[in-house]
């Protein structure tokens, strides 16, 4: 037997059906509508995938976050091992914390801390830049 007929007659592991959530809330099928026909149904179904949608958090786009190399890599593992994105764990963070007065405080202090550090370091990359310049001049 060759590789090629192992290859085709190799058995497969069955997949398990999965529940798609967005169609799971529409009862019957909606079909395309011919020109100028809207059925009700189709008017109704999306007037109810509208409020559904309303009804949910608005996602604002992301804006540009700086962490340290070793922060960023813990995040990027944790979120890679949970499955999720980052800013999706970041998000599950800060509604935690928000909650949390104590919590806060110290993240408020840490964050604090951090920002000082890196003043420190753009002070000090803005005066090796000069030194090196006056150097080469």
């Known amino acids: 037997m060759s590789a090629t007929d192992r290859f085709k007659n190799r058995k497969r592991p069955t997949v398990n059906r999965q529940v798609d959530e967005v169609i799971a809330p529409i009862q019957e099928p909606v079909s395309v509508p011919e020109k100028g026909a809207v059925p009700s149904s189709a008017l109704q179904n999306l007037v109810m995938l509208k409020a559904q949608l309303e009804a949910l ?42 909650d949390d007065p ?6 408020v202090e840490q964050a604090k801390e951090n920002l000082l550090s890196r003043k420190k370091g753009a002070a000090l990359k803005n005066t090796i830049t000069r030194i090196e310049n006056t150097l080469n001049a």
């Not at 813990?74 to 914390?97: H, M, N, S, Y």
Request: hydrophobic fraction near 40%.
């Open 57 to 98: 958090p608005k996602t604002a786009s992301n804006f540009q976050l700086r962490f340290t190399e070793e922060t960023k890599t813990e995040i990027q593992d944790l979120a890679r091992g949970k499955k999720i994105t980052p800013e999706t764990l970041l998000e599950g963070i800060w509604a935690v914390v928000k």
């Open 102 to 107: 104590i919590v806060m405080v110290k993240a």
